[in-house]
């Protein structure tokens, strides 16, 4: 009630003022509305670009975690790890046994041609021992034919034709004639 009284009767007359100010005209207000309505489409087209910009990056933001989805995590890291490992060790292995091939190559020539050359040598030594034994018995039978008083054949296959001949089968190269 005491505000009801204080509204009838002001006691601090200056607490209202009067504005004043003009009615702006007609045309001011149609062109206020025209730049307000232009200002408001402008807003509206970046609103509806920034939009449609938001649309896209969540749209990109949904493609990109589908394929974070996609990528291997870290017990395949670990895993791709291990691999790497033992192929290192592998390949380690590999290479060792590679020289060690080497090497066994390098040691089986190298037997090779010393193979080849006692089997040259073993040759050799087999001409020699063949050709003194051929010097030896040409010696005993000059020896056997001089104490003989003969004269010795210089040509093998000149031996006496009544000596009977025989193959390794014990058979006899010359056959009787049957009369």
């Not at 790890?81 to 066994?104: D, G, H």
């Not at 020896?143 to 210089?154: C, D, F, K, S």
């Not at 009544?162 to 058979?171: A, K, P, W």
Request: proline share 3%; charged share 35%; net charge positive.
């Amino acid at each position: 009630k005491a505000l009801e009284e204080e509204l009838e009767n002001p006691m601090n007359i200056h607490r209202w003022r009067k504005l004043e100010g003009s009615d702006p005209s007609t045309y001011e207000m149609i062109q206020k509305i025209q730049t307000l309505q232009r200002r408001l489409i402008s807003k509206t087209e970046e609103v509806v670009s920034k939009e449609m910009a938001i649309q896209e990056k969540e749209k990109l933001y949904i493609d990109l975690k589908q394929i974070l989805a996609r990528q291997p995590g870290p017990e395949v890291a670990e895993q791709l790890q291990i691999y790497q490992q033992s192929l290192k060790e592998k390949t380690k292995q590999m290479k060792a046994m590679s020289s060690e091939l080497n090497m066994c190559e390098a040691q089986n020539a190298e037997y090779r041609y010393e193979i080849e050359t006692l089997v040259r040598e073993l040759h050799d030594a087999k001409n020699k021992y063949y050709m003194q034994k051929r010097k030896e018995r040409n010696l005993k039978e000059r020896e056997r034919h001089m104490a003989g008083g003969m004269i010795p054949p210089l040509i093998s296959s000149q031996r006496q034709e009544s000596v009977n001949r025989f193959t390794g089968g014990g058979f006899n190269l010359k056959q009787a004639q049957k009369a």
